[in-house]
């Protein structure tokens, strides 16, 4: 067959153009049947210096199963997983491959607790407006809401995360938390995991979750670090809000930021089933789209 990675066109455009997005629309205009078996190739070889051929065989060490037994992470899940673990704890043995400590799951449990519910938050509004729609759709409705957890609303603990593994990675906590909080300023972006558009003053949630850490934790002099390098950077002060906190505390539970996200999604799909819920036996959606409409009039 054919391969677009030997025709010159691709090859010329490939020196010149160093992105690889531009690489792949290029392929895609070309032959996209073609792309999907020649840009893994293309990924490993060029990109990362490894040709497919060094991989290791393919493999999970997450969960397997045949005719009579189901293992997750080496432990036979009906003999030594149901009854025995909770579902945060078989999450944490799940995700991370490593037995749980009650700590971790007390964390962790505080965590999706404090984040599962805040109200009618855009994700549960898109909930429900979905499910009013589509009633027979509970799946369609309760994904509508997870899409809708981002960096504004309900997701930007992960940010926080990234933020304080660096911090924490760093010979100099206070000089790092500065040069974050420049970098930030410079860009014109708000530093993740402070001020809210409803609690103007301190979160509520904030100070009973930093109560669970310890004295010298450092997920939280990682965050104290920056709330104290933004606030005099901004010459005002501007306290953490639950999301730095929600990161402390996953930090402190052996939680990679690259997941924290996760989580929090994890938690807001059961916020967001009891929301379903409810819009099934008192439903209030077309209150909310007539309200959209009242709120937003039509000019030309």
Known sequence: ???????????????????????????GALDWSQLSLDSGHLMNKELTGMNPTDRKPPSTEICGCDADSITLRGRDLVADVIGSYSLTGAFLLQALGEEPTERQCELLDAVMVTIM???????????????????ESLQGAVAAGLLGVGDRYGGTAGKCGELGERLVRSHDIHATAKEIV?????????????????????????????????????AMAAMRALEAALSESLGKTLVMNVSAALAALMMEAKIPATIMRGVVLIAR?????????????????????QAAQSAVPYRE
């Open 269 to 289: 799909t059961a916020g967001l089933v009891g929301h379903a819920l409810e819009e099934i036996q008192n439903p209030v959606g077309d209150d909310l789209w």
């Open 182 to 218: 420049a970098e930030h300023r410079l860009r014109k972006e708000p530093v993740p995991g402070f001020g809210h558009p409803i609690h103007s003053g301190r979160d509520p949630r904030v100070d009973k979750l930093l109560e669970m850490l310890p004295e010298g934790s450092d």
């Open 117 to 135: 519910e805040h109200g009618l938050m855009p994700s549960v509004i898109s909930t429900r407006l979905t499910l009013s729609g589509a009633p």
């Open 1 to 27: 067959m054919f391969s677009f990675i030997e025709n010159p066109f691709v090859i010329r455009i490939r020196k010149v153009y160093a992105n690889t997005s531009v690489w792949i629309i290029i392929y």
